[in-house]
């Protein structure tokens, strides 16, 4: 399947998937979005970065801020940046000689940590990448800014399915308009987005309508 590029999504939107599906859809179909002092943080990290100048040396070429689609899986995004490799295995670039290495790096805020959602979004970047460059994107990197460090994800077979499997299913939640039921975890009570999703709630709106519609309906009756 090929999406037109008006039906893209955000490549950060796997990794609000899989950290919450909920989430995701919170911020797609119903556009909400609150922040804590986590998103902050990481906001202000992808600024700083943003704001990097371009590096070219005769082995690396270093890119901040580089536009990233892909219409096979319907995403498009930023990478934070892209560091280029010269690599005698590596790919021939349009504009560049030689064959050089694509290695896309996310930032995030915090320490080091392992976090599926981060090593998805990162591999997503990667099959972007491949398809705009026609090339093979082996490994990436995710920068943790409070411990300065890099966090080398090999991008494997698994990551590739969880990338297809994430992007089909937010864009069938896309075409559903159907919000994702509540999943309490422990990374509820890390989430900002706890007052529009009330993940203690009982009962769904949906549910709470449809009972009072039945009340009404019973009162009628009688």
Not at 121 to 130: I, S, V
């Amino acid at each position: 399947m090929t999406y037109h590029e008006d039906d893209l999504m955000p490549i950060s939107a796997l990794s609000q998937y899989y950290y919450c599906p909920r989430r995701a859809g919170l911020l797609l179909l119903e556009q909400q979005w609150s922040d804590n002092i986590y998103t902050i943080q990481g906001t202000l990290v992808h600024q700083r970065v943003h704001l990097g100048e371009r590096e070219v040396r005769p082995d690396l070429v270093r890119l901040r801020a580089v536009p990233l689609h892909s219409l096979t899986l319907g995403l498009f995004g930023i990478a934070d940046c892209v560091e280029f490799y010269a690599d005698p295995k590596g790919c021939s670039l349009k504009g560049m000689e030689g064959l050089w290495e694509v290695v896309p790096i996310e930032f995030k805020h915090g320490p080091v940590r392992d976090e599926l959602e981060y090593e998805v979004q990162l591999c997503g970047q990667a099959l972007c990448l491949e398809e705009m460059l026609a090339c093979k994107v082996e490994r990436g990197y995710i920068y943790y800014a409070a411990d300065h460090r890099r966090h080398e994800v090999t991008i494997t077979g698994k990551l590739r399915e969880l990338v297809k499997i994430g992007a089909e299913s937010i864009h069938e939640m896309l075409r559903s308009s159907v919000l994702p039921s509540v999943v309490m975890g422990g990374k509820c009570y890390h989430c900002s987005m706890q007052e529009e999703c009330m993940p203690k709630a009982k009962k769904s709106a949906a549910q709470y309508v449809g009972e009072l519609w039945q009340l009404g309906e019973n009162g009628d009756a009688q």
